[in-house]
Structures are given as C-alpha cells and as structure tokens.
C-alpha cells in the first residue's frame, strides 16, 4: 500500500494507523488471516485522507483519483487531481455508516472442475479474446483480466441482487456487491464468496430485509436463475459474442440491460465482466453453463 503527499510520514510520527488499530479486537482465525487490522485500517484511513477513492484498486495504486497513465478511468474522463483539505489541517472527514448483508460462500472444488470442461474453457476463450479487443483503449497499463471465474460470480451477483431487491424491499441501487474470486500461485480459484449488501448513513441500513433474506435464499437463487435463463432482448442478447466493435461490451457475452446490468453504483466492476452463458443455458448456450436448470 503506498500513501502520497504527507500521509505517510504524517502516520510515522503519530503512529495513527496502529493506536486506532488497537481499539479493534480481531476475532478472525489466525490461519484465514491475509491482512491485519492495522492494515485495513490503514487502507481506511488514507483512503478517507486522500479523497474517497473506489476501494478496488488499492493493491495497485493510492493516489486520489487516477491519472492518464493508470489508464482505470480514463476513457470516462474522470482523472482529476486531488484538492487538499487545508493548509493546516488537525482533521479529517468521515462518516459512520450502518449495514447489512448476505455472504455467499462457493465450493471451489466444484468451480475448478468447472473450468476444466471443454465448453467452460472454449468460452473463456472467447471473452479473454474480447478482453484483449477492449484492452487496447487504455493508453497506459489497462485492469487486469479478472479470470472467467470471476465473470461467473459477477454475474451471478447481478441476478441475484436483482432478485433480492424483489424479494426484499431494498431498492436495487441501494445494493452493492463485493466479489471474490481469489486464485492461488497455479491460477486456480482458492476462495470464491460473494457479498451482498447494503451501507447507509441512516437508518434503512439496518431494516434488516436483507438479512431476512437468508431463510428464502434457495428459492430466490431458483427464481434469479430462471430468470436468467431468457432475456427481454433476446435472441440478440443471448447470441452477443465480445468482439473488437462494442465498446465495453467486448467484456461481456450475453449481458443487456434486459437482464444482468445494474445501476454502476452497486457494481464494483462498472458492469463488466458479465455473461448468462456462464450461468445458465440461454438460446445462444455453448454448453459452458455452471448451473442447469
């Protein structure tokens, strides 16, 4: 993690990040730990200091917004330069924010075996080729690919906050997802999980439709991918392969609108990375379905 201007040396001298940190009791078992408090809590803090960046991309860079060369956000323009606080500030802006949310956890036995089929491995195929069309609109050092297992929990995310939201209560926009698709040292998924949730500065946080939603969970994953299974705009949907000649859709296989794109405030991806086929056998199925219903 690399913190710009005077943060750093600022945190050296008071030792903020680590005071702060010790108000914390870490109750995690020590052989998942991948990160300490101090360190979360330092990725919190400077984050906070150093504009409000989208927590993505910490691993990579901590500026506080990107630049041209980043290339993250640079086609939409957004690359602009932080303004501090004041001169001399003794203070820094926060808010308390209260929640809910559902974690899904995956067997990533079943995910690797997955990926090892012929049909899985002539789709990826595909979208790592349409991964590479897109790639070339950065000028600087474009997102990684984030792999076909992670296009997989992505879009099932999207189904299922969609569900959610009809089930719940909760408007959809007020819903946002957390993805993860952790691969070890040989690129095979290690830990596989999606979080679902919602975080306000008020009171509908914590309503508690969400969580309500845990007892009804299987039926709702029944009826999000059922309803994936045919989209408003298909057969054009469903038939979308990534190519060199659609933009953003080149990350994308059957994915619209109609069916598996969300209000970009939720997405943690900005609607990338997205396609049916992966889920569920669509009219334009290749046989690289994970579910079969």
């Given amino acids: 993690m690399r913190a ?20 914390f009791h870490d109750e995690r078992r020590a052989e998942y730990i991948e990160h300490e408090v101090a360190t979360l ?26 630049t041209s060369a980043d290339g993250d956000l640079e086609d939409i323009q957004l690359a602009v330069r932080g303004a501090p606080i004041s001169q001399d500030a003794d203070w820094l802006p926060a808010i308390e924010q209260f929640g809910e949310g559902i974690f899904i956890h995956f067997d ?9 089929r012929a049909a899985t491995r002539t789709r990826h195929d595909k979208l790592l080729t349409g991964y590479g069309h897109w790639r070339t609109r950065f000028s600087g050092k474009p997102p990684p690919y984030p792999g076909t297992a992670y296009a ?32 070890g040292p040989d690129g095979a998924p290690e830990r596989c999980g999606i979080l679902i ?22 039926q709702i994953l029944r009826n999000a991918l059922e309803r994936s299974r045919i989209c408003s705009n298909d057969p054009v949907c ?5 190519d060199n000649r659609s933009g953003d859709r080149a990350t994308h296989g059957a994915a619209c609108h109609g069916c598996l794109l969300i209000a970009e405030t ?25 579910f079969q219903v």
Avoid at 108 to 116: D, M, P, R
Avoid at 238 to 242: S, V
Avoid at 271 to 289: E, I, K
């Fill in 197 to 218: 949730y919602t975080a306000t500065a008020g009171a509908q946080g914590t309503l508690g439709g969400l969580v309500g939603t845990a007892p009804r969970f299987a």
């Fill in 41 to 66: 809590v330092g990725q919190r803090v400077f984050a906070i200091a150093l504009g409000y960046e989208d927590l993505n991309d910490h691993d990579e860079r901590f500026e506080a917004a990107p």
């Fill in 108 to 116: 990533e036995g079943t995910i690797v075996e997955w990926l090892g």
């Fill in 266 to 290: 939720s997405c943690e991806m900005r609607n990338l990375f997205l396609d049916r086929n992966l889920l569920v056998p669509t009219m334009g199925t290749d046989g690289a379905s994970f």
């Fill in 4 to 23: 710009h201007c005077f943060w750093e040396p600022a945190d050296r001298a008071i030792n903020l990040v680590e005071r702060f940190a010790g108000c």
């Fill in 152 to 183: 997989l929990l992505h879009s099932l995310s999207h189904a299922l906050m969609a569900e959610i939201a009809l089930d719940c209560g909760y408007p959809a926009s007020s819903l946002k997802e957390r993805v993860y698709a952790l691969s």
């Fill in 238 to 242: 469903a038939d979308h392969e990534p």
